[in-house]
Nanobody
């Protein structure tokens, strides 16, 4: 079965950096586009970044462009989200996701807290 396990969330000061990881299993990771979403308290889940199966194309929400970088290691079945210059508004639970056979699969999420 498809499993996505996020890690790397933490408490960080504004301006700091974090790298999130998502370990995938149960499907042919190298064949699928992967995405990171986030959900802040009281807000809808929003798309943060997407990377195609080979890593050749990435897309970002306007709010994170220039600060976040999505990448993947197909040999390790892992997708990453490098987050720099973090702001309080980046505080949320971050989820990785894959759409397979017309349905989305989600991990359990990892909490990112940005506070001084």
């Amino acid at each position: 079965q498809v499993q996505l396990v996020e890690s790397g969330g933490d408490l960080v000061q504004p301006g700091g950096s974090l790298r999130l990881s998502c370990a995938a299993s149960g499907f042919t990771f190298s064949s699928y586009t992967m995405s990171w979403y986030r959900q802040a308290p009281g807000k809808e889940r929003e798309l943060v970044a997407t990377i195609t199966s080979t890593g050749g194309t990435t897309n970002y929400a306007d709010s994170v462009k220039g600060r976040f970088t999505i990448s993947r290691d197909n040999a390790k079945n892992t997708v990453y989200l490098q987050m720099n210059s973090l702001k309080p508004e980046d505080m949320a639970v971050y989820y990785c996701t894959v759409r397979r056979l017309s349905r989305p699969y989600w991990g359990q999420g990892t909490q990112v807290t940005v506070s001084s």
